[in-house]
């Protein structure tokens, strides 16, 4: 994804003079077809995203998309697209740096009669948000042709489930719920040309000045990211007179940091 620019055109993240294309979300999630095509008969690397980068967020965090990658690519319930790759490009990627997950037990589930071996991994959860952060400030670039500025919340039940803290796991089932009873009435568009691999939705800005971004991972890994342009103490004003929804979503997520 590297390569000189011969335009003037701004990085998404930090407004200096770009350098490259970065792909959003990263190109390695999406299967090359030399692993997939014979099996699937498709291809998923059709009408990737790109945003204008310099070489700081794109090409010196090449080895944090290979973490989200390896991270994404293995959950239990993913669909057949993820199961493929993990066990090509991701294999790949394990077999040349055996430390890039920290794996803690492995096992196997079954489904529709198949056994698919699985593995249980410990996650760093920070390097996980600030990697799906900067997916949201890119597709926020995209979407809207302007740098993101503000506070961001990442609420993700599936990756960010905590076995020792029952509040913590309520909390994020209780708000994915909420958000999924909301998305009906956003009116926007899923979008996405490669579905199976990545889709994703951004909700209107509401009184909060708050956008919610969907991201959603082989059909079935989804993360949620708030994002608010509003300064502490207008949030603080707000909040008071909000929906119940942005109450406990917000009270809740500030209460935590």
Sequence with gaps: EGGNMESKEKCYWCGVDATSKEHVPPKCLFPEDKDI????????????????????HNLEKSHEDEYLMACLGGGVLNNEVAYIHTHTKIKRARDRNINLLDVDSEDEVVANDKRYPVQWINIET??????????????????????????????????????DDKDANAFQIRSATLIENERPYWKTDIKGDNPKVFTYQFS?????RTRTLVLTFYEKTKVYIAMSKLSEKEFETIKRKSKPMQQILFGDIIKDL
């Design 204 to 208: 209107p800005e509401d009184g909060m």
């Design 37 to 56: 095509q014979k099996i699937a008969h498709d291809t998923f690397r059709k009408n990737l995203i790109t945003v204008p980068s310099c070489d700081a």
């Design 126 to 163: 920070p390097r996980l948000i600030s990697a799906f952060e900067a997916i949201a400030r890119a597709l926020y670039f995209h979407e809207f042709s302007e740098r993101y500025s503000g506070m961001f919340y990442t609420i993700s039940p599936i990756l960010f489930m905590q076995p």
